[in-house]
């Protein structure tokens, strides 16, 4: 099956920053591919997926990670990033341009799934 992702839009999530599903559908429960787009100087806020794994595939720029209460890691273009399910999650641009990349969750995003931490 093929999908077409040049009809997707971007749009700003409260979670501090833009976001274009790539592919997100009932008809391939098992993955959805999103890119995102984080500012200079911002950091997302801290939350994490319910029964939902993700893998950030870091394509443009330089950022900070944070996973549950540890000390964050650099990622730069090429590095992949497993995050489990129910693990708490942010990550910042350090960077001087916009850090771009592709969000991997299985199955895939639900808004339901998402919750932040307060």
């Known amino acids: ?42 950091r997302t806020r801290v939350h994490y997926l319910i029964d939902t794994s993700e893998h950030y595939c870091i394509q443009q720029g330089r950022g900070l ?22 693990q708490h999650q942010s990550i910042e641009n350090i960077g001087h341009e916009d850090l771009i990349f592709l969000c991997v969750c299985t199955p895939r995003f639900r808004e339901e799934n998402y919750c932040e931490v307060l």
Do not use: W
Not at 13 to 41: D, F, K, L
Not at 66 to 80: C, M, N, S, T
């Open 65 to 86: 990670v944070f996973l549950d209460d540890r000390a964050g890691f650099e990622v730069l273009p090429g590095d992949i990033v497993a995050i489990s399910p129910g």
């Open 1 to 42: 099956m093929k999908y077409s992702t040049l009809i997707n839009k971007e749009y700003y999530t409260t979670e501090g920053c833009h976001i274009i599903e790539v592919m997100n559908t009932a008809e391939q429960e098992n993955v959805s591919i999103a890119r995102a787009r984080v500012e200079p100087g911002v």
